[in-house]
């Protein structure tokens, strides 16, 4: 069984930088693309930031600039730096990864716990 855990959440003020951080772990063939989502409650969860195994990386508009995301492929893990948080940043994060079980047979779509994140004013 494949499992995704994260850490790194906490509370910042305003300004302030966190690093999240998603591990996987189980069996697996490969991991194609990973990502950071967002959801605050109530709504929908929301792409924040993705990577593909080649390192190539897309980030919604709301945090380009702020928001570096990487994956370190021998460790099958993948990470958000968030620099100048804002409040409106607040919300529970959760990892992403899109990967195949075996050498056959199509991609799975596996979600990390969630890791709250708050920024104060």
């Known amino acids: 069984q494949v499992q995704l855990v994260e850490s790194g959440g906490g509370l910042v003020q305003a300004g302030g930088s966190l690093r999240l951080s998603c591990a996987a772990s189980?069996?697996?063939?490969?991991?194609?693309?990973m990502g950071w989502y967002r959801q605050a409650p109530g709504k929908q969860r929301e792409l924040v930031a993705s990577i593909t195994r080649g390192g190539s990386t897309h980030y919604a508009d709301s945090v380009e600039g702020r928001f570096t995301i990487s994956r370190d492929n021998t460790k099958n893990t993948v990470y958000l730096q968030m620099n100048s948080l804002k409040p409106e940043d607040t919300d529970v994060y959760y990892c992403?990864?899109?990967?195949?079980?075996?050498?056959?047979?199509?991609?799975?779509?596996?979600w990390g716990q969630g890791t709250q994140v708050t920024v104060s004013s």
């Open positions: 189980g069996t697996f063939f490969s991991i194609n693309d």
């Open positions: 992403n990864a899109d990967l195949f079980p075996t050498s056959t047979g199509w991609a799975s779509i596996y």
